[in-house]
């Protein structure tokens, strides 16, 4: 067994019992975001956070630890994502990457946004013309030091 097993165990129970990943952040009592990522392989839970995990998923106690293990970060299986949402972020980062820097940098100088001290908030923002996908990517900024 490993922590991709769980998360595989986890997907196919979500699926079967037709669960939303925004009651399990309701119970776990954090983000949907978040607690997709740690569901999903790529956060670390606490014990308590992981048995909560576990009770709504039918968990055993020794894959409540695997979700309690520093997992390896990165989900995807190739350079180029080839799933047609993801790879739009993909797109948005190819072609939006330089201008994002540039306008950072212009802002808060050289430096970087933290994907640690993190916050994502994804909505449905209701339009008439289509609805359209509201994300909020909220990072620390960490200036690079002097030495």
């Known amino acids: 067994m490993n922590r991709n097993d769980v998360t595989e165990k986890i997907i196919a129970v979500k699926v079967a019992k037709g669960i939303q990943w925004a009651d399990v952040a309701k119970k776990v009592g954090l983000s949907k975001e978040w607690t997709?990522?740690?569901?999903?392989?790529?956060?670390?839970?606490?014990?308590?956070?992981?048995?909560i995990i576990g009770k709504i998923f039918g968990l055993s106690a020794e894959e409540q630890k695997w979700l309690q293990v520093v997992p390896y970060k990165g989900s995807l299986p190739t350079a180029v994502p080839t799933d047609p949402l993801i790879y739009r972020w993909y797109e948005v980062v190819s072609v939006y990457g330089t201008t994002i820097k540039e306008?950072?940098?212009?802002?808060?100088?050289?430096?970087?946004?933290?994907?640690?001290?993190?916050?994502?908030?994804?909505?449905?923002q209701a339009d008439p013309k289509g609805d359209r996908v509201n994300v909020v990517l909220s990072g620390k900024f960490l200036p690079y030091k002097t030495y």
């Open 36 to 51: 997709t990522a740690a569901c999903l392989g790529q956060m670390t839970l606490d014990a308590g956070q992981a048995k």
């Open 103 to 124: 306008l950072i940098h212009e802002e808060f100088g050289d430096g970087i946004m933290s994907a640690i001290d993190f916050s994502m908030d994804i909505q449905r």
